[in-house]
């Protein structure tokens, strides 16, 4: 909300986001997959033209592997958690928005108002059990 005593700054149209949308970041993930998978095919390749018995070239392409796989799956696994977090910011946001809206059509000095100003405010609920 703009309050007369707090201008906004200016809009800046071909200003960057901060957050790249969903789909950027999983078409990010896609290119991450792929180049896993290259990398991974590439030193199984050369591991089997490198070295002559199959457990010398199993232990090189397993290292690899573990070590790619598990940086993919930490990339998914952040994307996941931080879309998680926006939903439960943007969450956040619309409850205290019509919190606000509440308490400004309550009466200035009732129960009511003063209320939803401490618990959404201060995180306080003096209405909840054992406060």
Known sequence: MATPDRPQPPATPNAPSPVPDANARWRYGLI??????AAIVLIFLIAALR??????GVALVSSVATAISTLAAAYFGIQ??????????QKKDE?????????????P????????V???AFGDDPGAPGA
Do not use: F, M
């Not at 991450?32 to 998978?37: D, E, F, L, P, W």
């Not at 996941?80 to 910011?89: D, H, L």
């Open 32 to 37: 991450v997959v792929v180049v896993a998978i």
């Open 51 to 56: 070295y002559p018995t199959a457990s010398d």
């Open 95 to 107: 409850a205290k928005d019509v919190a606000i809206a509440l308490a400004a059509d309550a009466p």
């Open 80 to 89: 996941v958690g931080s879309a998680g977090k926006e939903q439960a910011e």
């Open 109 to 116: 000095n009732s129960e009511v108002a003063k209320t939803l």
């Open 118 to 120: 401490r618990r959404h």
